[in-house]
């Protein structure tokens, strides 16, 4: 069953836990103002993320980048996707919001769930 990938997200801004990485926040705007049909402008792009600075934002480094290196190398998923699994992790998320990652895996302790279930 499909559900909105609303509530997750309004649970995690209310209780006030939800995190970001700058990956994920780099993806979006790259999706809403590319792949959209209509794309966003980039000032609207930037209005939406402007809402998102109600989650902690985890910021990208060098000891993060060698432990999405280290998660590609385990389970072989994207590097792109490893740096929100990385994220995560060092976040202390118990669980990962994603649908481009398989349901009930784990990478580094964080559960993977459907937004959309």
């Not at 999405?68 to 669980?95: K, M, P, Q, S, W």
């Given at each position: 069953m499909?559900?909105?990938?609303?509530r997750?997200r309004?649970?995690?801004?209310?209780?006030g836990t939800?995190?970001l990485?700058?990956?994920?926040l780099?993806?979006?705007?790259?999706?809403?103002?590319r792949?959209?049909?209509?794309?966003l402008?980039?000032?609207?792009?930037?209005?939406?993320?402007?809402?998102y600075?109600?989650?902690r934002?985890?910021?990208?480094?060098?000891p993060?980048?060698h432990?999405?290196?280290a998660?590609?190398?385990?389970?072989?998923?994207g590097?792109?996707?490893?740096?929100?699994?990385?994220a995560?992790?060092?976040?202390g998320c118990r669980?990962?919001?994603?649908e481009d990652?398989n349901?009930?895996q784990?990478?580094l302790?964080?559960?993977?769930?459907?937004p959309f279930?």
């Amino acid at each position: 069953m499909s559900g909105s990938p609303i509530r997750p997200r309004k649970r995690v801004a209310e209780a006030g836990t939800g995190v970001l990485s700058t990956q994920v926040l780099g993806e979006f705007f790259q999706v809403v103002t590319r792949k959209l049909a209509p794309p966003l402008s980039p000032p609207a792009a930037g209005q939406v993320l402007c809402g998102y600075q109600v989650f902690r934002v985890v910021q990208r480094d060098v000891p993060m980048i060698h432990a999405a290196v280290a998660v590609v190398e385990r389970h072989g998923i994207g590097y792109h996707d490893a740096l929100i699994v990385a994220a995560a992790a060092r976040a202390g998320c118990r669980v990962l919001y994603s649908e481009d990652l398989n349901p009930g895996q784990e990478y580094l302790g964080v559960a993977v769930a459907n937004p959309f279930a």
